[in-house]
């Protein structure tokens, strides 16, 4: 029996649930966290620079980093919504081509 | 006694394009808006009880954002390593996962990008507004001065 591997077009339900998985682990998870996380920056500023200026800096910072990490949730969003909806009509295409 | 605030100021308008920078519901187009120009993170306001930098200011800020950033690219080279070999096969998704991939990476980038000209110019203004502030100040200071000695 041929696997995905031997395939020139198809998808295997557990090899893409196991790929977005992996994918959400890299994106959401570990760049979403590291993104977000300014501490090293903050202690910097705080330890060498005094003002509302520093403040300013910083909560923007803060701001700017947690749009980015919304965004990455948005294309992940997409990119699986996008991959089921192919899956299912090639799920759709295959049940239907040959006739009983 | 006059005290004159400098008009010195970091723009902070091409900040906006970061946070309206938004993603398409499709990786058929082209999902990321591009945001070429970078944002400033930064903008001067007035009113703090303290104000200035350390001398280890700009080298400690520095290498507190190249960790940052080499940290979040070490972490996204790591999608290009993922298989999707055992998920799917087909050139339409192929191209949508690469559209993804270089999706969450111009996202990523131009945030960097924009983070990195912040600290370009973190570095060279801050220094400059308070010393400049610094020489108006005993300039203002100098001419109270003098009017205090006219007095007596």
């Not at chain 1, 760049?31 to 090293?40: F, G, L, M, P, Q």
């Not at chain 1, 948005?74 to 089921?84: A, D, K």
């Not at chain 2, 591009?34 to 903008?43: E, M």
Request: net charge negative; hydrophobic share 35%; with cysteine.
């Amino acid at each position: 029996m041929p696997t995905i591997r031997d395939l020139n077009y198809g998808f295997d339900a557990n090899g893409v649930e196991k790929y977005l998985e992996e994918i959400k682990g890299i994106v959401l998870t570990k760049a979403a966290e590291k993104v977000k996380n300014i501490s090293d920056i903050e202690k910097a500023c705080n330890a060498n620079w005094e003002g509302r200026a520093k403040e300013e800096f910083l909560e923007n910072l803060k701001t700017d980093a947690e749009h980015v990490s919304e965004q990455y949730q948005n294309l992940y969003n997409t990119l699986v919504s996008e991959i089921q909806s192919v899956q299912a009509s090639m799920a759709n295409k295959d049940e239907a081509l040959i006739e009983d | 006694m006059a005290i004159t605030m400098n008009t010195e100021k970091v723009d902070n308008s091409k900040r906006e394009q970061l946070l309206h920078t938004t993603v398409s519901s499709s990786f058929t187009d082209n999902a990321v808006e591009p945001n070429k120009s970078g944002i400033l993170f930064w903008r001067s306001t007035t009113g703090a009880s303290l104000a200035g930098i350390t001398p280890e200011f700009v080298s400690a800020f520095h290498d507190a954002t190249t960790t940052y950033k080499g940290d979040i690219e070490t972490i996204l080279s790591e999608l290009e390593a993922v298989d999707s070999e055992s998920a799917f096969k087909g050139a339409s998704l192929k191209a949508a996962l690469a559209k993804f991939i270089t999706s969450v990476k111009q996202v990523s980038f131009d945030y960097l990008n924009a983070l990195k000209e912040a600290e370009d110019l973190i570095a060279e203004s801050v220094e400059k507004v308070y010393a400049s502030q610094d020489e108006t100040l005993s300039s203002d200071l100098g001419s109270d001065a003098d009017r205090l000695s006219d007095t007596f």
